[in-house]
């Protein structure tokens, strides 16, 4: 009976600790974004875009809500050999979840889907000297994030017209990670 009872206290404590949190794709709640995230993956349609020292490859560290509605952005890069710190911000549009800013061309920036406690996956719309790159990117609360979160990855790059050959892992690849 104690071996019955330990079973059912140890299955709540695991459920609890892998809680399913409901996904979002509108109406988002930009303050549940704040805080600090990890780089998981990263797609494009121009991958040189993103591969090492990619202009588009990006390892936000911290997104925080401005009181305007804009996203501050907090980056670390490396530029010969030493890492720089770089905060942006994407300033509001007038759709939800949608920002702009201009960085390596014009570039519209959409939230795409989160379930605020897990993971966040944005949508970049880059327009360089006429030339536009489509990114997606997905960031964890956590530093890696189990193979569902790569299939559900996928499924979305495959909804944003982005071949899944064109994923790559970011896990652990920052340089610059404080």
């Known amino acids: 009976m104690a071996l019955l ?38 797609a494009s349609d121009n991958l040189t875009r993103i591969e090492k020292n990619g202009d588009l490859r990006i390892f936000i560290r911290n997104i925080k809500l401005l009181k305007n509605g804009s996203l501050q952005f907090d980056f670390r890069f490396l530029v010969q050999g030493e890492c720089v710190a770089v905060v942006v911000v994407c300033e509001k549009t007038e759709k ?14 959409l939230l795409s889907e989160t379930d605020y406690g897990m993971y966040v996956t944005f949508y970049m719309q880059n327009v360089k000297n006429g030339t536009q790159t489509h990114v997606l990117a997905l960031y964890g609360r956590i530093p890696e994030l189990s193979p569902a979160y790569r299939k559900r990855f996928v499924i979305t790059c495959q909804k944003y ?15 610059c990670w404080w």
Not at 161 to 175: A, E, F, R, V
């Open 5 to 42: 009872v330990l079973g059912l206290v140890l299955s709540f404590a695991a459920a609890r600790f892998y809680q399913q949190y409901p996904v979002v794709q509108r109406n988002y709640n930009m303050a549940r974004i704040s805080g600090v995230w990890y780089p998981i993956f990263m």
């Open 96 to 109: 939800d979840g949608e920002f702009s800013i201009t960085y390596e061309g014009e570039n519209k920036v």
């Open 161 to 175: 017209g982005l071949s899944p050959q064109n994923i790559i892992d970011m896990t652990n690849k920052d340089d």
